[in-house]
T-cell receptor
Framework: DVKVTQSSRYLVKRTGEKVFLECVQDMDHENMFWYRQDPGLGLRLIYFSYDVKMKEKGDIPEGYSVSREKKERFSLILESASTNQTSMYLC???????????FGSGTRLTVV | GESVGLHLPTLSVQEGDNSIINCAYSNSASDYFIWYKQESGKGPQFIIDIRSNMDKRQGQRVTVLLNKTVKHLSLQIAATQPGDSAVYFCADLNTPLVFGKGTRLSVIA
């Protein structure tokens, strides 16, 4: 069964900390995505990547960065966590040219 | 910018009844849509898709209807069950995926 694995289900971090959210997929997918999900706002795209070492800004990239050193791994980095980054973070992947996304189970991040 | 949006944020349905979840989109060039189901504590999962050359597509207990004239699509769930309780998203398959905000379906036993 194909999988997208997010390293943590729940995280609590302090304001100002540097936070790493990890996502790994075992499907040899080219495309990987990071979304955040908030009540009333749905899923909003933060960053995405179509290839190793490649990244593109989504709709809300401010306060975030990403790293894609290997095809299977896409990391989301909060350089200096703030309380307004408390959210559910979802990683997804897809094959190049494919129309189907596979999502991870999400990481619920709380910044205190 | 282009967007997709669901008509209602919440929907309550009696068990055994049919559910209809509606979605509107704004991009006339959109040609492929997917419905996702997100259960509590999980990521969204694919339910059914439809291309713009189709008006209707059926799966197991689910049917998606597409009206390109008014840029509207709907997801119909037959004989709704408690396991159908979830948040449902329609998505316009322009990469990267553009999601609606979701409709939370609650099934009343």
């Amino acid at each position: 069964d194909v999988k997208v694995t997010q390293s943590s289900r729940y995280l609590v971090k302090r304001t100002g900390e540097k936070v790493f959210l990890e996502c790994v997929q075992d499907m040899d997918h080219e495309n990987m995505f990071w979304y955040r999900q908030d009540p009333g706002l749905g899923l909003r795209l933060i960053y995405f990547s179509y290839d190793v070492k490649m990244k593109e800004k989504g709709d809300i990239p401010e306060g975030y960065s990403v790293s894609r050193e290997k095809k299977e791994r896409f990391s989301l980095i909060l350089e200096s966590a703030s309380t307004n980054q408390t959210s559910m973070y979802l990683c997804a992947s897809s094959l190049q040219g494919s129309l189907g996304y596979t999502f991870g189970s999400g990481t619920r991040l709380t910044v205190v | 910018g282009e967007s997709v949006g669901l008509h209602l944020p919440t929907l309550s349905v009696q068990e055994g009844d049919n559910s209809i979840i509606n979605c509107a989109y704004s991009n006339s060039a959109s040609d492929y849509f997917i419905w996702y189901k997100q259960e509590s504590g999980k990521g969204p999962q694919f339910i059914i898709d439809i291309r713009s050359n189709m008006d209707k597509r059926q799966g197991q207990r689910v049917t998606v209807l597409l009206n390109k004239t008014v840029k509207h699509l709907s997801l119909q769930i037959a004989a709704t069950q408690p396991g159908d309780s979830a948040v449902y998203f329609c998505a316009d398959l322009n990469t990267p995926l553009v999601f609606g905000k979701g409709t939370r379906l609650s099934v009343i036993a």
